[in-house]
């Protein structure tokens, strides 16, 4: 059970965030209405949502999770691959510190991204990206191992993140798209599996009672029906114009 969210509102420099995709420039407006929508989607998944105000000298610290990785007994502060966005950890600290006694950090020359991070029961899986090196990725697995936690490095081929293409459902159940469908690491969990045409809804949460997707993946929300679970839908057009999911915009401990 999630207890705690933290978010972070979008600034007015968000519009020129860092992006690979060619989806146009975001629109500010909906993008703070979709982001309070998240924030009372959180609230009613059971969290108490603990909102930051934004900071225009970072465009995309409202993706809030790259900047930590969370477990119930310690947080690891991470160091961002895109050089624009170190500083956005100086900002998160004080928040984390607030809630965890016990902080790690992951130091130069390792980056790592928190949207590189899967956690599965006692298992994280690390993904090496276009944002996380093997330095960063092996820091992290010595920090988690040194902690109880089983940790395995994944190279990836065509995700932007980790979690652009597979989260966690709970119930040793989940949800994949793309080049995790058939990989390795996972074929040992009941799939749900994403079409090539909803891949974006890959990128979802579960967060208590509910299973967050963006709107738009009547797919993918009709095999979460079946398998039981509610679902909330989200509007995340401004945010996926930024490479964003619904996963980059909190964390949740």
Do not use: W
């Amino acid at each position: 059970m999630f207890k705690h969210t933290i978010v972070k509102i979008p600034g007015e420099s968000y519009v020129n965030g860092l992006t690979t995709s060619n989806l146009g420039r975001p629109d500010l407006a909906k993008a703070m209405e979709q982001h309070r929508a998240y924030i009372n989607a959180l609230e009613k998944c059971g969290t108490k949502v603990n909102v930051l105000p934004s900071n225009n000298d970072f465009p995309d610290s409202t993706f809030v999770e790259d900047t930590a990785v969370l477990t119930p007994h310690f947080a690891v502060i991470t160091n961002p691959g895109a050089h624009s966005r170190n500083g956005e950890i100086h900002d998160i600290e004080p928040v984390i510190k607030s809630f965890f006694e016990t902080i790690y950090h992951i130091n130069a020359p390792g980056m790592l991204d928190g949207g590189d991070i899967l956690q599965i029961e006692d298992h994280f899986y690390i993904g090496v990206s276009m944002r996380t090196n093997l330095e960063g990725a092996e820091q992290l697995k010595k920090i988690l191992e040194s902690e109880g936690y089983k940790a395995s490095i994944i190279h990836l081929e065509k995700f932007f993140h980790l979690k652009t293409g597979v989260a966690y459902l709970g119930d040793h159940t989940i949800i994949v798209a793309g080049e995790f469908i058939d990989h390795a690491d996972f074929n040992s969990y009941k799939k749900i599996i994403v079409p090539p045409e909803e891949e974006y809804a890959a990128n979802c949460i579960r967060v208590n009672d509910y299973v967050i997707i963006p709107a738009g993946s009547p797919v993918t929300k009709q095999k979460l029906t079946e398998e039981g679970y509610q679902t909330i839908e989200l509007e995340m057009s401004e945010f996926k114009k930024l490479d964003g999911g619904l996963s980059c915009l909190s964390l949740r401990f």
